[in-house]
């Protein structure tokens, strides 16, 4: 069964503007944690934002914030004020437990960001 | 931040032969390394996951007599394919996770690109 499920294959937007890229999970544990990754074409992981299944507030940093709604089981990213240079694929991503640094990752199917000029 | 690196970048080889991949944690001590693999405009699948000093833990469907982890120190493990094939063509990024870790940070390596000719 998918874990992790990002129903955008691509997205658009202006520059400048705010964008939301959909991220929905599906776990019968308690303890969880969620993360965006953005891949460039040079293929690199960079981690964007982490937010655990207990966090109370939404995970923000920088221009990047995790729309967090448990009980629907979203994990949605926020980015406000794109830039050119946020064109690339976001993944969204699952581990179960928590303060278990040592369990892989489950990824989404990932969402490709255009930003246009 | 902690580091991780892969060598090589890049790798083309003719089939039969077999190729040596090495992620190395820079700065702290893995004691767990994950192997994932990305085909083109797909998301990462994880292939393996090595703790130090033991047998890696294959996921169901990856050949582990193909696919070789070694994980003999606490900042290398190496992914060997051996034997080669064209449909082994893909992008194979590691991550890691320190002993000392905060509790749910992993690091990626930039992949490696293999080719088979």
Sequence with gaps: AQKITQTQPGMFVQEKEAVTLDCTYDTSDQSYGLFWYKQPSSG???????????????ATEGRYSLNFQKARKSANLVISASQLGDSAMY???????????????TFGSGTRLQVQP | GAVVSQHPSWVICKSGTSVKIECRSLDFQATTMFW?????????????????????????????????????????STLTVTSAHPEDSSFYICSAAGALAAADTQYFGPGTRLTVL
């Design chain 1, 91 to 105: 993944f969204c991503a699952m581990r179960e437990g928590l303060g278990t640094g040592r369990r892989a990752l």
């Design chain 2, 36 to 76: 994932y693999r990305q085909f083109p405009k797909q998301s990462l699948m994880l292939m393996a996951t090595s703790n130090e000093g033991s047998k890696a833990t294959y996921e169901q469907g990856v050949e582990k007599d193909k696919f070789l982890i070694n994980h003999a120190s606490l900042t290398l």
């Design chain 1, 44 to 58: 690199e992981m960079i981690f964007l934002i982490y937010q655990g299944s207990y966090d109370e507030q939404n």
